[in-house]
């Protein structure tokens, strides 16, 4: 079973790369093959996925993914793409943030129902580590951040859209910002 492999990347197609380590080409399923460029080096976290009828090995880029990857796969109906779609596309703070909140609308992906959504809720809201998930207290609260987020209420957005839009733009000076600044950029971010 792999683990790990370092190496450069000799081809890729949509959604896998060839690496090869020690004179031996490993295909690696991955989310886009677009983060690679044929003859740079990379490492990778491997996941080997195995079946009656096939192996297959499954990349990501930290030490985390591949343990994220890992708890989401134990939930029925999350096979190894979804779950590599599911953090490709929205990424572990965010599914988290869904998770915790209860958002399973927010989970969608290509490949993955609404039953399925809320079973990865049911099945994993008090296996994830507190760590993984951001409440955004660390951002500065202010009266023109609060009237924004309500106008993204009044639009129709979710909580838990408006919560992760607001940890996106955590970085921005957001005391220096009007309110429609604010709505500007929260808008941007979702």
């Given at each position: 079973m792999i683990s790990y492999i370092k190496g450069s990347i000799l081809f890729t197609d949509?959604?896998?790369v060839c690496i090869l380590a020690n004179n031996i080409?490993?295909?690696i399923n991955v989310y886009s093959s677009?983060?690679?460029q044929l003859g740079s080096e990379y490492e990778m976290f491997v996941y080997t996925h195995q079946t009656e009828k096939s192996t297959?090995?499954?990349g990501l880029k930290s030490l985390e993914e591949l343990n994220f990857f890992k708890m989401?796969?134990?939930v029925s109906g999350v096979g190894p793409k979804t779950a590599s779609t599911l953090i490709g596309e929205k990424g572990i703070s965010n599914i988290c943030n869904y998770i915790n909140s209860g958002d399973f609308k927010s989970l969608k992906v290509k490949?993955?129902?609404e039953t399925v959504s809320q079973k990865i809720i049911l099945e994993l809201k008090n296996k994830i580590p507190k760590s993984y998930i951001n409440t955004g207290s660390d951002i500065p609260k202010s009266e023109a951040l609060d009237n924004a987020m309500e106008a993204l209420r009044t639009l129709g957005y979710s909580t838990s859209d408006i919560s992760t839009s607001v940890i996106k733009i955590k970085d921005l000076d957001i005391s220096k910002l009007n309110e429609s600044e604010l709505l500007k950029e929260l808008l941007k971010s979702i």
């Open positions: 949509e959604s896998s080409g490993w295909d677009i983060d690679y297959s090995y499954w989401l796969i134990t490949g993955l129902g």
